[in-house]
């Protein structure tokens, strides 16, 4: 009898788990069944596509004088600059031969990398930046020797840790509901665009959409809208 009872519970309270883990996902407007189907249009249109009326984001500066070369995140597309990500991924359009990251207030290189041809993303791999701190990163074209001097470049801070703290904590949980209800790593990663974009994050966001492995169809479609978006005259020039 108790091993029945025992059983019962058992299942009762599985399915209230999975009930409450439905629950949420729903609530957070995510696909349940791992089909993303228009939601990386919808993503674009709701957070990066600016209309002449509500302008979401209005990007800085970031393209040479011929359009050839436009750098798209960190710190173009944020009104602060600021990021949550300690170790950011850089997004560009258009060709260089290196990039490099060195603190605001100092001129101690951090980290330095060439750049393959066609690359148009690169993930920072150094040492975590620290929260609260402003950085320089700076972008090198083929003409450039020793990286000396820069082509472009940006300024973008890392938020303060109480701030950072909380958005870290807000995603892992996120992060750990989808995973029990076995979304697809595309499903999460739609999730935290979306998180991160409601947030004003958008070159985070950009980070999370950027890096997703084997992407699909309309994640593909969402990363070039993206670049038109922001770089429409390289983009019309070519690589």
């Given at each position: 009898m108790n091993k029945k009872l025992n059983s019962l519970l058992f299942y009762l309270l599985l399915t209230i788990a999975i009930f409450a883990?439905?629950?949420?996902?729903?609530?957070?407007?995510?696909?349940?069944?791992?089909?993303?189907?228009?939601?990386?249009?919808?993503v674009f249109k709701d957070s990066f596509y600016q209309s002449d009326e509500d302008p979401p984001i209005t990007?800085?500066?970031?393209?040479?004088?011929?359009?050839?070369?436009?750098?798209?995140?960190?710190?173009?597309?944020?009104?602060?600059?600021?990021i949550w990500n300690t170790r950011p991924t850089f997004i560009w359009q258009g060709k260089l031969e290196g990039i490099s990251i060195r603190p605001a207030n100092s001129q101690e290189v951090l980290w330095a990398e060439t750049v393959q041809d066609n690359q148009q993303i690169i993930i920072y791999d150094g040492e975590s930046l620290?929260?609260?701190?402003?950085?320089?990163?700076?972008?090198?074209?083929?003409?450039a020797s020793e990286y000396s001097f820069p082509t472009l470049r940006v300024t973008?801070?890392?938020?303060?840790?109480?701030?950072?703290?909380?958005?870290?904590?807000?995603?892992e949980k996120l992060d750990?509901?989808?995973?029990?209800?076995?979304?697809?790593?595309?499903?999460?990663?739609?999730?935290?665009?979306?998180?991160?974009?409601?947030?004003?994050?958008?070159?985070?966001a950009l980070s999370e959409?950027?890096?997703?492995?084997?992407?699909?169809?309309e994640l593909e479609d969402f990363r070039s809208n993206i670049l038109e978006r922001f770089c429409p005259?390289?983009?019309?020039?070519g690589k």
């Open positions: 883990a439905s629950s949420i996902i729903k609530a957070q407007n995510i696909p349940e069944k791992n089909h993303t189907n228009d939601q990386w249009k919808k990007p800085k500066d970031g393209t040479t004088r011929s359009g050839s070369l436009c750098l798209v995140s960190p710190g173009l597309i944020e009104a602060e600059g600021k620290k929260p609260g701190h402003t950085y320089y990163w700076r972008v090198f074209d083929s003409t973008f801070r890392v938020m303060d840790v109480l701030e950072r703290q909380v958005i870290t904590q807000e995603l750990t509901v989808l995973k029990q209800a076995k979304a697809t790593p595309e499903t999460i990663a739609l999730a935290k665009v979306k998180f991160l974009a409601e947030r004003n994050l958008f070159s985070d959409a950027f890096t997703v492995k084997n992407p699909s169809t005259t390289s983009k019309g020039n």
